[in-house]
């Protein structure tokens, strides 16, 4: 039985610039397992997001295959592609990208709402999720009321809310002091083991990426 989240074969993305071709991934290759914690490093500009938006789906390759569960991204149409982001991935941004003017809680449950979720069961699967990062005492704060780590929990909070399969995070502590980067991936390291859901992590930070289950390091447009 396969237990892949997500897969990637052959990938490659060539950019048009001007009339030269650049070429940011080449033929490669990643398996993300159930339950796994995997961090991607790598200097800037080696395609780290760029490699993040193709296998969410965000972004198509010029070639090769993205499987998220077994199912294939290459030639599904834009709200295919959408209702596979909204079952089975959450997104998290260095920026937490909150909507200021809904309360925490309001933000956790807006995903579920828009895959159709009850408000009662939307509301109860965002209490739990922000009580599992220690944050039940700020259910009806606005993102302005709270501190960056907050934010950033209920970011991560808001991408597990539809109970996804993986979890795909961009520099999510990269606008964070050590210490609040710190406590919000001891945060992140909790809901994978409460709720046993992937994650793939770029990060640029060497002692987060040690503490994943993987550390791979994008380098001449292949992952080593």
């Known amino acids: 039985m396969n237990n892949s989240v997500i897969r990637a ?3 490659c993305k060539e950019y048009i610039d001007g009339k030269k071709r650049v070429n940011v991934l080449q033929d490669l290759n990643i398996d993300v397992r159930e339950a796994e914690i995997v961090s991607i ?45 909204n079952q089975h ?7 937490h990208h909150l909507l200021t003017e809904f309360s925490a809680l309001e933000n956790v449950a807006m995903p579920c709402l828009l ?18 990062v220690g944050l039940k005492d700020r259910l009806d704060h606005r993102p302005g009321a709270l501190s960056g780590g907050e934010r950033q929990r209920i970011a991560f909070s808001r991408a597990l809310a539809t109970q996804p399969d993986c979890v795909l995070a961009d520099e999510p502590t990269g606008n964070l002091d050590e210490e609040t980067a710190h406590e919000v991936f001891k945060w992140m390291l909790e809901l994978n083991n409460k709720f046993k859901t992937s994650f793939i992590l770029v990060t640029h930070d060497k002692s987060l990426a040690k503490q994943t289950d993987r550390t791979l390091l994008l380098q001449n447009k292949v992952l080593v």
């Open 9 to 11: 074969t052959n990938l």
């Open 41 to 85: 490093v790598g200097a800037s500009g080696t395609g780290k997001s760029t490699l993040l938006h193709l296998l969410g789906g965000l972004d198509k390759p010029t070639s090769g295959e993205v499987f998220v569960k077994d199912v294939n991204l290459i030639g599904r149409s834009e709200k295919k592609l959408a209702a596979i982001r």
């Open 89 to 95: 991935l959450g997104f998290v941004y260095q920026f």
């Open 115 to 132: 895959a159709g979720w009850s408000i009662k069961a939307s509301k109860k699967r965002a209490l739990e999720l922000l009580d599992a």
